[in-house]
């Protein structure tokens, strides 16, 4: 991606979230709409909007709401553009971030398990290790 299309979608993102976050108007958009990315395609014309929505019992409603506000949307961020040429807009949820914190929350329950159960954890030292408490002797070993 060249960097002017990165600038140009960089800008957009923010008023975007400008935008959503000022209120749109239509019921169906609830909860916390947050804008992770837009991805602008090389002649500008189109973007896709990724968002999430928090909490999850909204996301369908609102993004129904987004999709059939799109045009709308555009009309609002025309103006805060510094271009004359303002994509057309596509949202979609992003599923990456979502993914990422079931991860996250996995790894955090099986390390509390782990915990509970006496597991040694990765940054745990051998029962018996020598330790250096002022971090003097680096990697060297006992001295």
Do not use: W
């Amino acid at each position: 991606m060249s960097h002017r299309i990165e600038q140009f979608s960089s800008a957009l993102q923010r008023a975007l979230a400008k935008t959503i976050h000022q209120g749109l108007g239509d019921p169906r958009i609830r909860g916390m709409v947050s804008v992770t990315r837009v991805d602008v395609s090389p002649d500008l014309r189109h973007a896709d909007v990724f968002v999430t929505v928090m909490p999850e019992d909204f996301e369908r409603l609102t993004m129904e709401g987004l999709k059939s506000s799109e045009l709308h949307v555009h009309t609002l961020v025309k103006p805060q553009m510094n271009s004359r040429l303002v994509p057309h807009l596509h949202f979609k949820l992003d599923a990456k971030l979502k993914k990422e914190m079931s991860v996250l929350s996995a790894i955090r329950e099986a390390r509390a398990r782990d915990e509970k159960d006496g597991v040694a954890q990765p940054n745990d030292a051998p029962v018996g290790a020598e330790t250096d408490p002022d971090g003097e002797h680096g990697d060297q070993g006992p001295v």
